[in-house]
């Protein structure tokens, strides 16, 4: 393979490395792809042709105005933005002119609100493409995996008449806190897909070491919850307020004692919880980030239905009103069998690549699930595949994913799989 698009793949993942941007507000990101396709003149698609609104969870209008505005003045141009109408996300779209199937490549874009390590035994900050934007990094590896897919974009442009059929490469935003692939998924640009390949860098695999998931995505619910009681003075009228701050912790210990359920694994979590005014002064506000997770969508739909019981009760108990909002879901992995083999094939075929057992440990949840789901449901073929990076652990400030040695076997996957079933014959 030629150096070529290594280096510019490198040269991708560093550039999107330095201007990390949280879920939803991928507009830099979103720009440094769709100018590079534009360039290569590849067809692509971006924005509500990808996204549909009316399946878009934890989208914060007030942030993506100030994210857009934010891009403006780094050199996105105003009319690009505009066509976004506020939506990030965006489709390469490879049409070799003859027949064959439908092949999608899927890659996220978005960040996290960690602050990188400036140590100079990581990487991006000895090498000098460290995040630009203090309190954000790309530390879960997605700024590798854009790189990747717009690596790969390019080599199918370039090696169209060797292929037949018609690729889609996705540019999916709000990974995190899986937000992205449930609007992208009834977008429509993946009804016609006959196959469908996911991949995530790092886990618990090593450099050069790859695993195809069948199975282990747990489906999650992700809520933001707010109550609302009221003020009073905490010495002479305390009786005549109504407490959110002692709702809200009551409401926390009562959503870790959700029974477990016999048909399977479950996790809880109350993340976040804020709440008060001051010392003296009964709360009447609270706020609280949590989720939770289950192996089955059953194990998990009762997880989530106890938590909105729980907050019922709450609200009559404490005199207090909640809003419960559902700003994230995930779902488990539909297994396809022989998309699996397909990818395993694929694998054996890069050289010093060392294909691993297939994995089904519960490693999290990755949306990615409802574009695989998606594809199965119409008949289509889709699966995930991981390939190991040296990490001490993904979402932390020294996160990395040595990209010279490890984005080119991801990038070499993919091409193989495109040889695979979309060669032309
Ligand atoms: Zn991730």
New binding site residues.
Partial sequence: MSEKYIEEMIQTRRALHKRPELGWTEFETMWHICSHLEQWGIPYVFGTKVINPAFVMGRNETEVKDAMERAKKHGVPEAFLEKTEGYTGAAAIIDTGRPGPVTAFRC?MDALPIRESDDCSHEPAKLGFASERAGIMHA???DG?SAVGLTVAHWLWDHKDELCGQFKVLFQPA??GVRGARPMSESGIVDDVDWLVGS???GNFHSGEVTVQDGGFLASTKFDITFTGLQSHAGNAPHKGHNALVAAACATMMIQGIPRHGDGDSRVAVGKLVAGEGRNIIAAHASMEMEVRGETQEVNDFMADNVEHIIEGVEKAYQVSAKVERVGESSTLVVCPKCIEKIEEAVQKVPGVKLMPRFHGAA?S?DCSWLIRKVASHGGQAAYFIFGCEHKG??RPDFDIQDEKNLPVAFNVFVNFAKLVNGKN
């Fill in positions: 996220d879960c590896g997605h995996h990974e995190e995530h860098v790092g999290g990755e993904h979402h």
